[in-house]
């Protein structure tokens, strides 16, 4: 699957491909950038009063990161999904497992 045609998937789509292959692969960088880019995101989409409580509590940044695929915050990480899974496409194989 080309970039091309993973911007067709839906937000929700490309964060559970993206992050169920990151779990199963022990891929913590991408976690990590994906919690580091959250409050960004939430900011960007109209949620700003939750970027502060984000940058002060890890366990919220780890709920959101397995959630962040739904809404506006999963639109505004399209990118992050989008750009992930192009350079994993093995992680498109296994879409219909859950994370």
Excluded at 7 to 17: F, G, P, T
Excluded at 22 to 47: C, N, Q
Excluded at 70 to 82: Q, T, V
């Amino acid at each position: 699957m080309d970039v091309d045609q993973l911007a067709q998937l839906s937000a929700k789509e490309l964060h559970d491909r993206a992050v169920r292959y990151a779990v199963r692969h022990g891929d913590f960088g991408f976690l990590w950038e994906l919690l580091k880019v959250i409050p960004a995101a939430e900011a960007a989409s109209g949620h700003s009063d939750e970027t502060a409580n984000d940058l002060s509590r890890v366990s919220a940044l780890l709920s959101d990161a397995l959630g962040a695929g739904e809404g506006e915050l999963g639109e505004a990480l399209r990118p992050i999904y989008i750009d992930y899974l192009a350079r994993h496409p093995d992680a498109l194989r296994n879409a219909g497992e859950d994370v």
